[in-house]
């Protein structure tokens, strides 16, 4: 027996969308964000740290400078700077150098003189001190030129767009001069701070200048020059940027790797499915074949297991039909040859015998209009319950209007009763069409009556045994139904009567009673009553 419905498939795929993220959502979410924002941020973090360490060298450096300044600004400049320069020695990281109102170079931190006169010595104090090695420098290798593509490739193209910048200096421009007459020095001279930023050699790197007056009396008598590479900031940076693109790397290959996993577990399954759908009909139209459901917990497996059930549902709808057609030609079959031969026969006798073919026919022609009444009865049945019309109907009220409509036919020829087992404090309520739910229950009572000797009673029992379940009972005191049987008198154009009465009984009636009972989530079945007769039990669930 069939209890699947609507309502049901409703709520499991409700089920099915009401769950948290699952496996497949996951996947993309971590791909993407693997994919895109880590080498964003990174790439904006370091744009930020390199910006930082530049402008924390630069004030460095111009404290280094200003307290040359003020430590020069009381003293005899062409006396005094060469050895205040080498008392500072190499506590200072910036290359220092002091220049008189003229711009003539009088004292230089990396000359020879200052660094005899040094008490701490260093092996290099150029701008580029803290300068690694040619060998190290982390651009020559492989993997820092594979990550430096989208950066050179941004540099170009901001090369075309933008106009051209003016070149800037050289950062040797004042390499063997004794007079020095940069920007930023003119500017110390004139009394303000100068700075001014000059390309290295090879441009591995810039060096940072910064002019600062020397006043006395309230005169500007001199500057100093403060100055730095920034081959060591840089450096470090190029390794920083160095294992971010080795990281870079790995990540790729990682999302190299989920990609495939991920066209595994989608893009495979997916395929599957539509080889599936593409052979689901023979070249007819016919069903040859349904979906497969497939294994996991993804939404991929969750859609196969709904194609699947779909599939199920739609062969069990093209049995049912194929069949039916298959039944209703068989049941065609009898009456029309009835009429047939009754119509050769009648041709054949005298007009006194005529009549009686005649009746023949008319019989054989009532009976096909039943069969078409009664299919056309149920194939209703199948339209009104697709179409929703469904109400919070009460039980009680329509087993009393029937009770009380049939009771007063003048033709009755048993009796029927009643009876309420339910609580009479909470009428039953249960979500049907009353007119559906009213046919399966007359359908069952006009089934009663037909095999209830006259005169004798015919119970409609109403209980609800739980909160969950309504159940309908019709009782006769018929002859019975045998254990073989109690299955088969619900199939279509079954009829367990004596031939007299067969050809008034098309055998579609319980069939309509347990297509209505299934549509709303029920079920019927027939069970032999103590001391005779037969129980036909209608069960509904009761809805929340």
């Not at 006769?476 to 031939?499: N, Q």
């Not at 098309?506 to 709303?520: D, F, H, K, Q, S």
């Amino acid at each position: 027996m069939r209890k699947q419905n609507s309502r049901l498939h409703t709520a499991g795929r409700s089920s099915h969308r009401d769950s948290s993220l699952k496996g497949l959502t996951s996947r993309l979410l971590i791909f993407n964000i693997l994919l895109a924002v880590f080498p964003i941020g990174a790439v904006l973090f370091l744009g930020t740290y390199e910006t930082q360490l530049l402008e924390s060298q630069e004030r460095a450096m111009v404290q280094q400078g200003r307290l040359l300044a003020s430590a020069l600004s009381g003293h005899n400049l062409a006396k005094e700077a060469n050895a205040i320069i080498g008392r500072l020695g190499a506590r200072t990281d910036a290359r220092l150098r002091v220049i008189d109102k003229n711009g003539l170079l009088l004292a230089d931190s990396a000359s020879p003189i200052v660094q005899e006169q040094s008490s701490i010595r260093t092996e290099n104090t150029q701008d580029s001190v803290f300068a690694p090695s040619r060998q190290s420098y982390p651009e020559e290798n492989v993997i820092y030129r594979i990550g430096a593509i989208p950066t050179r490739v941004l540099k170009l193209v901001s090369r075309i767009i933008r106009k051209p910048k003016i070149p800037s200096p050289d950062a040797e421009y004042y390499s063997g001069k004794q007079i020095l007459n940069g920007s930023e020095i003119n500017s110390a001279l004139e009394g303000r701070y100068g700075a001014i930023t000059r390309i290295s050699k090879g441009q591995k790197s810039v060096t940072l200048y910064s002019a600062i007056p020397i006043f006395q009396d309230e005169k500007v008598v001199g500057a100093v020059l403060a100055s730095r590479s920034t081959l060591a900031i840089l450096s470090d940076l190029y390794k920083l940027r160095l294992d971010i693109a080795t990281i870079f790397l790995f990540s790729v290959a990682g999302a190299i790797v989920l990609s495939i996993l991920l066209a595994r577990t989608v893009t495979v399954p997916v395929s599957r499915l539509r080889d599936q759908a593409e052979s689901i009909l023979d070249q007819q139209g016919k069903m040859q074949s349904g979906f497969k459901p497939l294994s996991g917990n993804d939404e991929v497996a969750d859609l196969s297991r709904a194609l699947y059930r779909l599939s199920s549902r739609l062969q069990q709808r093209t049995d049912y039909v194929e069949d039916f057609m298959m039944d209703l030609m068989h049941e065609m079959k009898n009456p029309v040859a009835g009429i047939l031969s009754a119509a050769e026969l009648a041709e054949q006798n005298t007009p006194g015998e005529t009549s009686r073919f005649l009746e023949v026919i008319a019989r054989e022609g009532h009976r096909i209009q039943r069969l078409l009444d009664d299919l056309k009865e149920l194939i209703s049945v199948d339209v009104r319950l697709n179409q929703g019309e469904e109400v919070m109907a009460s039980v009680g009220t329509i087993l009393e209007n029937i009770v009380s409509t049939y009771n007063y036919r003048k033709d009755k020829e048993v009796q029927v009763l009643l009876v309420n087992q339910s609580d009479s404090a909470n009428p039953i309520q249960l979500l049907v069409n009353p007119d559906r739910l009213a046919q399966a229950i007359l359908n069952l009572l006009d089934n009663a009556v037909s095999f209830s000797p006259r005169n004798e009673k015919v119970e409609i029992i109403l209980d609800s045994p739980n909160k969950d379940t309504v159940k309908i009972s019709v009782a006769d005191r018929g002859p019975g139904i045998a254990e073989d049987v109690k299955e088969k008198v619900f199939e279509r154009w079954y009829t367990d009567r004596p031939d007299q009465e067969s050809s008034q009984h098309t055998g579609l009636g319980l069939a309509i009673v347990r297509r209505i009972a299934e549509g709303y989530g029920g079920g019927v079945q027939a069970i032999p009553r103590e001391r005779g007769g037969t129980i036909f039990e209608l069960e509904f669930p009761i809805t929340k």
